[in-house]
């Protein structure tokens, strides 16, 4: 899909039910994917720094954790919560994904006009952080395997090793962002960093 | 208090009948069963394989002390991997299931690892997580799970009280403490272990350690008992105030070089030595 063809990708799209409903009061939604959400604890760990969080966000958010494949039904979604100007996280889990999850997880992204590389299996290593500078500079675990981004230098917000894991891009009103190695296990172990990194994100 | 050695223990080209027989010539009264670590017990073991095995045990006028397992060296409850995870899990249902055919009652587990690439806050959050569930299946097999204290090694749960604490998280009767008493060299006192956790010990491990007595005075080796710096009269007394009457289990972890079966009479003797207290 090329960018235009994602930027008019909402029209005449058939919202999806129950799976991602937006409550009327509530701003911020994961998404779970259920069976093609590879790790569960990455839900737990967005759904606890979520509950706490209090303040009303500027923007819809919607948080896709530990993606493996992603339905169209959800791909969907992602696309016309974009469009609708939301911020958009797409935590991509498909470095634990069997062959054919990964395959049509990089389908799905080639979609999101994401281009990513094969899994890399990061240990041992010496540093266990990957380096983001958006929307703070922030020095947060590994998650030991990552799906490397491909040509997306310019928009950048995440490296590990100089090799770029996280980008964000302007969709319309919308802010899309990627992550390729998994944060949610992060902040289900309790990362103060992780947690205020999101925050900042929910809150920009 | 009986005495144990794990099947571990003996010499593989022995085969599991003979060192049967040399478990109980040598005087002990029960043997604790490694699940993975021996030929004649793995994962793929079949139930009627496994009774099988408790034939054997009877047979030579012993009993099954507990099923331990150092598959979770490798496959960790704190894996990051979901599917090691699970896999890790199953390892533990396996013990549960097969102490229950082979008559025992209590199984031991690594808990968790931590490494450079595994920090300790997702270790913590994940053995939690697992050994609540897995506390649930012993519970309804009228099984303990014990976990070990690998101090050291699992670099998890370094200190008596915070083992403590562990276990007050899990918050199951079924969960307890595996207590080796040689593991604990030089991140405190076993004695001391032994009366923070009496009632929710398991088994108990016995070998000794020299502490700082390697080639750069930096090491501590595993040696057998009395040869050590474990205090031994402390630890005797300990089990005594804490009213510990349960097994006492021989891990060597150096083996002899020769005469492998020597050991198992010394260590038993020592066994004896240290239950009748003559310290």
Redesign the interface.
Known sequence: MLRREFLGFATGIVTMPALIDFPPRRRTVVLDLQEHC????SVAGYNAVLADLSLATRRSVVIVPAAGRIPEAALQRIVTSVQAGAVVILESGAA?ASRQDLRAHGDALRALEVRVSAPVH???RGT?YVDYQWPRAAKL?D??RVIPLADHAGEAIGWIDGVPVALRRQVSRGTFIFLGSPLG?AL????ADAKRWLLDVVRS | MKKAIGDNMIPKEWGFERGLELVKKAGYDGIELWLGDVPWFQMATSDSDVRELRRKVENAGLVVSNVSTGLHWATPLSARDPAARAQAARIVERQIETAVLLGTDAVLVVAGLVTEEVPYNEVYQRCLEALKLLGDKAARAAVKVGCENCNSEQRFLISPREFSQFLNDVGSPAVGIHLDVGNIHDTGFAEQWIEIHGPRITRIHLKDVLKHRGRCGDQSVYTNLFLGDNNWPGIRAALTKVRYDGWLIAEMEARYRYAPDQQFYDTAQAMDRFISGRL
């Open positions: 590879c790790l569960r604890e634990f990061l240990w041992p266990p675990r998650f030991s296990p289900w172990a309790g990362d």
